[in-house]
């Protein structure tokens, strides 16, 4: 009787040991490298639990300057589990060709988020992580500047097209109240 009470503690502590840690959510379960160089990140052990937003920047777009309301966001709301993601792309003809140009705007516009290697980010050649978030929405960025919210649990809550700046109202409603949720 004492055998079992005891593999039944440890059954039960390894449940709760896992269930604490979760599993990887699908579309997080992706290694990314940096825009600077270094070790490639995975997005699960970065930012598992997190609030995020997704966003594919362009250097040379005319929504350029939503860079400046990316990193608000971001400053406001990272100490509540939210960071902003940018993952620059010529998918649409509008990045530098050389990461070092792509750095140098990021920096004038004051950008400390993490940024992340230039890449596709629709069609064939998308990056898996961005054809993960087309299929997660429903939604394949039409153009520079489209943003995925992504709950605590790796769930894509919404998708926003180039045109809602990160000062818009309704973004701002839905990631407080995807900061609100536990999950």
């Known amino acids: 009787m004492k055998r079992i009470r ?6 039960m502590f390894f449940a709760l040991d896992v269930s604490s840690k979760g599993v990887c959510p699908s579309v997080l379960n992706y290694t990314v490298k940096p825009l600077s160089g270094g070790a490639p990140v995975s997005l699960c052990a970065a930012y598992q639990g997190q609030v995020l937003l997704v966003v594919n920047t362009a250097s040379m777009c005319g929504y350029t300057t939503q860079l400046k309301g990316l990193e608000a966001l971001f400053q406001r ?3 509540q589990g939210f960071s902003v993601l940018g993952f620059p792309s010529n998918t649409f003809k509008q990045e530098h060709e050389d ?3 792509t750095q140098k ?6 950008v400390s988020f993490p ?3 230039t890449s596709a980010v629709a069609g064939q050649s998308a990056q898996p992580f961005f054809k993960a978030l087309t299929e997660a929405s429903g939604v394949a960025p039409s153009w ?3 943003k995925y ?20 109202i309704l973004l701002k409603i839905d990631l407080e109240a995807a900061l609100k949720d536990p999950r």
């Not at 005891?6 to 059954?11: H, I």
């Not at 705007?105 to 004051?110: A, Q, T």
């Not at 919210?149 to 809602?164: C, E, F, H, Q, T």
Request: contains cysteine.
């Open 149 to 168: 919210l992504i709950d605590r649990s790796g769930r894509v809550l919404k998708s926003y097209p180039a045109n809602v700046s990160p000062e818009d």
């Open 115 to 117: 940024m992340y290697e």
């Open 144 to 146: 520079n500047f489209q």
């Open 105 to 110: 705007v990021s920096k004038e516009y004051g």
């Open 77 to 79: 709301y990272r100490h």
């Open 6 to 11: 005891a593999c039944l503690f440890l059954l």
């Open 99 to 101: 990461p070092n140009q």
